[in-house]
Every structure is written in C-alpha cells, then in structure tokens.
C-alpha cells in the first residue's frame, strides 16, 4: 500500500435492526494527516470507524483505502495496513498473557520469532507498559489494558492508524503519553474523540458528524464550535 488515505463515498450502512447509522458520509484523508472525528453520542462515529478496516462494510457506497476498495475480499489485507484501537481495551485482549497479545498480530503476519520478539518489547516500551509482559491482561487497571491494547496495535507497525477514544479512561500522565505516541507517528490517523483539547493538540483538521451525517469538515476549532452548538 503505498499512499495512505481513507477514502469514503456516498457511504450508508443500516444494521439488521433497521437503524441507519450512515447517511451519505463523503470525505478523505489523505497521507500523513492527523484528523479528528468529532460528533454527540450516538452520532455514527464508532459505526464509520469499523468501516475503515472491513469490520463493517457499506449497505451502499465505497470505503478505498490506500487505493484498495474495502470488500470482504481485501478486508484482511487492509487490515495489515490499518491499525485500529478499540474504545473498549476488553474487545482488543483475549490472550493469557500480555507478551502473547502484542505478540498475537506480528505471529499472525508470518514474522519470525525473534523479529515478533522486537515488536513486542518495543511496542510496551512505546506505551509505558515494560514489566507486564507475564501479567494476564485480565488482571490489569483500566488505564494499563488502554496501554496494552494500543501496544497490540503498534506492534503490526500500521501505516494508518485508527482510534476510538484513545485517551478515555486514562489519568492525565497516561493520557499525555499516548498523545505523544500518536504525535510521533508519522502516517495517517483518524481518531474519534471527546477529547476537544486532544483533537486541538493533534489535529488541525476536524471532521464533525451528526445523525450518520457530516456536518462539518475543516479547521478543528470551526468543527468544535458546531459541536458546541450542537449539545446546547
């Protein structure tokens, strides 16, 4: 994949239940932009978010990734492209331990051990999360299972990254470094967030959406004013 941009066009998706959570989205972004998707609870954040990478696909429209249409075909190959955080830690870790969670993904991709060994002591190391490597995931804070499952993530060396929520639940010293990990990486970033003064920090671009819609996309400080006047 050598150009790292999400592309969707005229997007719906509606869920077995009837509920339309996509309703036309359009947008792109391109290689090497941080942008910040923004949007009330309920808005269809999460829902266009698992588009990204095939977890859901279109009722209608196209998600193109790196040049790659995301069907159910290509969905695994984009999925080595495009490292995707979960707002939830407990949806991304299913292993005994740490060490074999980061470790799940680079394994899955056919790597050697000792190169899978590198990923995974540098990826906890990334998040301030050396030393849990024995630990069960199960067993650990809340702040340190966000750190772990970004570290599954990080370990796949994504050339997009994707996230949902990636500072909630964290305390402040947490949440500052994963905002330096995320500013030190070098490629595309979508990233949903209720975070205003994260999506201030990283992202000079916003995209707001409101009822499966976007409602706005530009500069970050425009969007979080329409945001504003959205929750009054």
Not at 20 to 34: C, M, P, Y
Not at 52 to 65: H, M, R, W
Not at 167 to 195: G, K, N, P
């Amino acid at each position: 994949m050598s150009h790292h941009f999400i592309q969707f066009s005229d997007v719906h998706y509606r869920y077995s239940n009837g509920t339309e959570a996509l309703k036309g989205v359009t947008f792109r972004v391109t290689h090497g932009e941080k942008v910040a998707l923004l949007g009330l609870n309920g808005a269809g954040k999460s829902t266009l978010l698992l588009h990204t990478n095939g977890l859901l696909l279109p009722t209608s429209g196209e998600v193109n990734v790196g040049g790659i249409p995301v069907t159910k075909k290509t969905a695994p190959s984009v999925r080595r492209a495009v490292g995707m955080l979960f707002q939830n830690p407990d949806d991304q870790l299913f292993m005994p331990t740490v060490a074999e969670d980061v470790a799940f993904g680079p394994l899955n991709m056919g790597l050697e051990q000792p190169e899978v060994e590198r990923r995974v002591k540098e990826a906890l190391a990334k998040v301030g999360a050396s030393g849990l490597e024995n630990r069960s995931p199960f067993q650990l804070s809340g702040g340190q299972k966000k750190s772990v499952a970004f570290a599954t993530v990080l370990s796949m060396e994504p050339e997009i990254l994707v996230m949902d929520e990636p500072t909630a639940s964290l305390d402040m010293r947490a949440a500052r470094q994963v905002t330096e990990i995320i500013r030190a990486f070098d490629h595309t970033c979508l990233i949903a967030t209720h975070d205003l003064e994260l999506a201030r920090d990283l992202c000079p671009r916003s995209i707001l959406i409101a009822d499966g819609r976007v409602l706005a996309d530009g500069p970050t400080e425009e969007c979080i004013t329409r945001l504003r006047e959205l929750a009054d």
